[in-house]
Every structure is written in structure tokens, then in C-alpha cells.
């Protein structure tokens, strides 16, 4: 068959999308991948003209989406509908698996899951024009009445080595550049593929060597994914990983292959979950086969000082780990995050201690604007950020309700947020979001100017400063403040001039 496959994350780094493309063309299927970071609406949009042509021999459009991107795949949907109006349209990813009946409004099915080899039997179903195609595994589709079914879902996949390497073949690929889709090159993946977060970095190599996650955050899609597999049929919460030759022959190829990768990301959840021993033979064979400055995300209370020493020792450069809140009471009861101030402070401690030696950056990741938190809350959150050594960068996220979460569930149940609002795409810069709090308001200030001094910052989040604060109207923090003090201020002290701050709002935060 001739598969398209549609793609909408703003870095072009990997996805389950280029897994599946990569089965695909094991089973001898003709695949084009289009890859649209930062795309707004068809309007405007040139499509290339080998692209064109494919389209319209296509037998099959897939589209990968997580939730924050949904009004992108809608769009794009809406335009091959309109164009090719009698091929099938499917939906995968986390946004289809949560919400399965409303993506069916857009497309004609939806595999839900880590769907890879039900994907396969799908594609194969429909190329024989089999009469059991409806009875695929994890699909889903609303019947003649307008119902929706949803098949069982097939067993989690455990053996990650059995999985191909994803897809980079770049003479398949087409991407969004601009205003214009055009075909891929190593120059446009050079200049638009993912780099570590952080300062100065070059384009990096992600590779997820994991699936699962030691926590299961009630914000994060790994709540979705307990909620979608029962956790003993499926044995959810087991961490499945590939092997370390695995990984590394990855690494390598891409390395190999494409010079620009300057640095390589294990975007896993945790990638200090691994035993020690697992950690130091990772470490050997990454030092000699590889060599290149790496990342990684970790869950604080995973990382121990061994185990931190070797990864350094290896070539770690930058370590991104989830703080979320100050508040004991936040992250244990409304976040579901089994980690105490006490155990992020030792953590911290610990880092701070090898900075001395090794050159590597730490990235801690917040969230603000929980409806849940008061104003003590925020207050603690303000208080550990100051015991944090100011070499560390802050991400600050605004707390999104991404759909099978619990937390979603939550916030339905309450009334906070009513199932077809679409409360899950926010802005990606924080300081165009409305209504922040006061305190919120000192926070994000400590965050983007980490060289003030703790004194003044705790000065603005004292009793005091917080009873004024508390009492100012909305425009004077969220418009006087947000939009015209702040920016200047900033500026005027970074020597930028009056541009505006940007701080970044993922799909996840880091464990």
C-alpha cells in the first residue's frame, strides 16, 4: 500500500510514528512521511509537488498526534478530506488513545496504544480488503448507529530489541519549513531537529531506550497508559527496556549518518532507574563507542552518587529532573509524586557537589497555575527554588489537563473543565497566559532572573508583600506587569532590548 504518514511535533525528534513507518517498509509498503513542526493552518501553506503527487496515490493517511497538537491534525485532516475524499483516514497516538470518540469525528478510525503490531495487521487487513478488518486489535470506530467500539487491546510490547530502529530515511520525508513543505535534506534537519534543553546546544539524537516510568504522575500521560491497560493484565507498571547494545548501535548509526548530531538524548523518564550494574556497563561501552556529550532525564530520589559519577564520567552534560512544587501537600496528594523536599534538597545537594568538578547543567522542571495549590503552597514552592543553586535553570510549565489523565478525570468531576473544551492546547509562551497570582507572579520572576538576590525575592513573597499583592487587580499583574514592566525590565538587564521572555510549555514534564 501507499501509506502517508503525518507527523506534528515542533522538533523533528523521534516518535512512535517513525517506528511504525520503519515496519512498514519491512513489510514491503510504499511510505511517505511528512513532518509539520510549528504548522498553524493550511492557509498559505505550499505542499511540494512530489508530495502532491503522492497524495493523490495514496491508499491510506496516518496521522500521529499528542493532544496539544490536535487542532493541527484536525486541519490537515479537513484539507486531504477535502482533496481525497475516499481515502481512510487514522489517528494514533496518546491524544487518540484518551479520546478516541471525539478524534472519530475527524478521522475514520483510531488504533489506540503502543500499537505498532496491531498498526501492521491493520494496514494488512485493509490492503486484502478483509472482512475481519473491524475486529483489529486496538482499534476503534463508531458503528452504524454512530456507537463507538473499541477492540481489546493487544499485549504491550516487552521485547523493545525486536523493534526497528526509527525511521530517517530522509528520501521518504517531507517538512514544513515555513510556509512551505518541502523535501528533506540533512540542511533543513540540521536546522529544525531537536537540541537539548539548555544553553548552546547543538542538534541532538534522541532515542528512547525505555518505555514506563518508575511514577505514575496524575498529569502525565503515564496515568493514561495505567487507566488504558489494566495494570495486572498488562503489567503496566513494568519498565521495559532495550539492551545496551541495542541503544548503542542506534546512537551510532544515526551518528554516522547524519555529522550535524552534536549530542545525543536519552529521553527516557528516568534514565537512572537502571541498576548499577547496568549503569556501568552502559557507560563503558557508551565512552568507547560513542564519546559525545549526552542527556537525561531523572526522577531526584533515582539519582545516587555512584551512579552519577559513572554517567559523568561517560559524557552526561545535562540532566533534567521534575521538581513540579515546593509543596509536600501539592506533589504527594494532588500530583500523586512520591518525593519529599527533604530527598529533592539531598539530590540537589549531590549535584551541586560534582558541579565542582564536571561541567554539566541541570534543568528543573515546575508547573504553576494548579487550581488545587493556595497561596502556602506557592509560597513553599518560592522557598525551595531559593535553596537551589542559582547555576540551575528553571522550566516553568503551566498546568495543562491532558485528557485520561487523572487529573483530567479530576478536573471534569469538579467542573474546572467540561469534556469538548479543548483546555489541553495553551499557548507555548507562559507570559501570554492569563490570571496568574501574585505569587505565581514572584515565582516566574525568580525563574527568568536567577542572579536577583534571595533576599529580594523573599522580600516580595513575604506576608506583608503578599497581602498587597494579593489585593492588586488583575491588570496590574497581568497586563501592567506582564506585558510591559516585566519584558523591559528583563530586557533592559540581559541587553535585549524590550523582547519578550519566552519560557516553555511541553507536552510532559520530566519525571
Known sequence: MNIIMFSFLDELSGDGCRVITSMLKERGHGVKSVYMPFFGTQEGVTWDQELENCLEHADLFMLSLLSCYESRGAEVTRYLRSKFPDVPVVWGGVHAT???????????????????????????RLERNADDLLFTPNLAYLDEDGKLVQNPLE???????????????????????????????????????????????APAYYIITTRGCPFVCSYCHQSELVTT????????????????????????????????????????????????????????????????????????????????????????????????????????????RRLSRPKLIEAVKLLDRYRKKYEFELLCDWIIDCPWENEDDVYETVDLALQIPKWATFNVFTLTFYPGTVIWDRALEEGLIKVDENCYEQAFNLLKQEGHTYMNHVFILHSRMRYLPNWFIRALASKPARAIGGRLPHWVLNDLWRQKIFPKVYGWVNGMGKKDPEVAVGEACAS
Open 98 to 124: 484518551a479520546l478516541p470518540e471525539a478524534c472519530l469525528k475527524h478521522a475514520d478510525y483510531v488504533m489506540r496504544g503502543e500499537c505498532e503490531h496491531a498498526t501492521m495487521e491493520f494496514v494488512d
Open 155 to 201: 499485549q504491550l510490547p516487552f521485547e523493545l530489541d525486536e523493534l526497528p530502529f526509527p525511521d530517517y530515511d530522509l528520501e521518504d520525508h517531507f517538512v514544513l519549513d515555513g510556509d512551505q513543505i518541502v523535501k528533506a535534506n540533512t540542511d533543513v534537519y540540521a536546522k529544525l531537529h531537536a537540541t537539548l534543553p539548555g544553553d548552546n546546544s
Open 229 to 336: 491497560y489494566p495494570t495486572k493484565e498488562y503489567k503496566t507498571r513494568v519498565l521495559r527496556y532495550k539492551s545496551v547494545e541495542r541503544s548503542i548501535e542506534e546512537a551510532k548509526q544515526a551518528l554516522e549518518r547524519f555529522p550535524f548530531f552534536q549530542e545525543i538524548c536519552f529521553s527516557d523518564d528516568d534514565f537512572f532507574c537502571r541498576k548499577l550494574d547496568e549503569i556501568k556497563e552502559f557507560a563503558e561501552v557508551y565512552k568507547r563507542e560513542i564519546g559525545r556529550p549526552f542527556g537525561v532525564a531523572a526522577i531526584p530520589i533515582s539519582i545516587k552518587e555512584e551512579k552519577l559519577q559513572v554517567l559523568l564520567d561517560a559524557g552526561l552534560n545535562k540532566i533534567q529532573i521534575g521538581v513540579q512544587s515546593g509543596s509536600d501537600r501539592v506533589n504527594t496528594k494532588i500530583y500523586e
